[in-house]
T-cell receptor, first 113, second 113 residues
């Protein structure tokens, strides 16, 4: 069964550094998402992406964040200058239609020191 | 703003006990409802979903959920839990034509043999 994959599984970075989190969505899916879960808190929506542009973003997704689909398979989340409060598990998801079931990747645990 | 409430944060049961996890959402229009499960060390997986039709939906591993529109609820049930059901359970909704999922805080279920 096809799966969403994410790399790396764990990323440790210094405050102020840039990080890029990578995702490979399911191949025939058209909609891509990033969510995050700070330890002990809810899973929160960050951004959705369709047809090579952002279709929706949350208040969390400020100018420090960007997303890109650099080729036909990868979907990346970049955090330009990480802050301590960016430490969280970041989940990528994809689906074939906007409100269809979203399939989640295993997550990247980001630790900002 | 849309929100999802899961009232039980931690549930401890013995094997063969019955399970009911509460989920309420706040949105007056058409909603799609989901229960996801996260087993220890694994990614979010879909248990079941409700889009329309029969309000009693059956999912994988013997789980079911009932959509009660008048109560804005989508409670998850299983008549007899197993040790392998130990996991965190998340209720989620998308609504208003938006693709993003709004998650509840999750319920951590521990099943003792």
């Amino acid at each position: 069964e096809p799966e969403v994959t994410q790399t790396p599984s764990h990323q440790v970075t210094q405050m102020g550094q840039e990080v890029i989190l990578r995702c490979v969505p399911i191949s025939n899916h058209l909609y891509f998402y990033w969510y995050r879960q700070i330890l002990g808190q809810k899973v929160e929506f960050l951004v959705s992406f369709y047809n090579n542009e952002i279709s929706e973003k949350s208040e969390i997704f400020d100018d420090q964040f960007s997303v890109e689909r650099p080729d036909g398979s990868n979907f990346t989340l970049k955090i330009r200058s990480t802050k301590l409060e960016d430490s969280a598990m970041y989940f990528c998801a994809s689906n074939s239609g906007g409100t269809d079931t979203q399939y989640f990747g295993p997550g990247t645990r980001l630790t900002v020191l | 703003a849309q929100s999802v409430s899961q009232h039980n944060h931690h549930v401890i049961l013995s094997e063969a006990a019955s399970l009911e996890l509460g989920c309420n959402y706040s949105y007056g229009g058409t909603v799609n409802l989901f229960w996801y499960v996260q087993y220890p060390g694994q990614h979010l997986q879909l248990l079941l979903k409700y889009f329309s039709g029969d309000p009693l939906v059956k999912g994988i591993k013997g789980f079911e959920a009932e959509f009660i529109k008048s109560k804005f609820s989508f409670n998850l049930r299983k008549p007899s839990v197993q040790w392998s059901d130990t996991a965190e359970y998340f209720c989620a909704v998308n609504a208003g034509g938006y693709n993003k999922l709004i998650f509840g805080a999750g319920t951590r279920l521990a099943v003792h043999p």
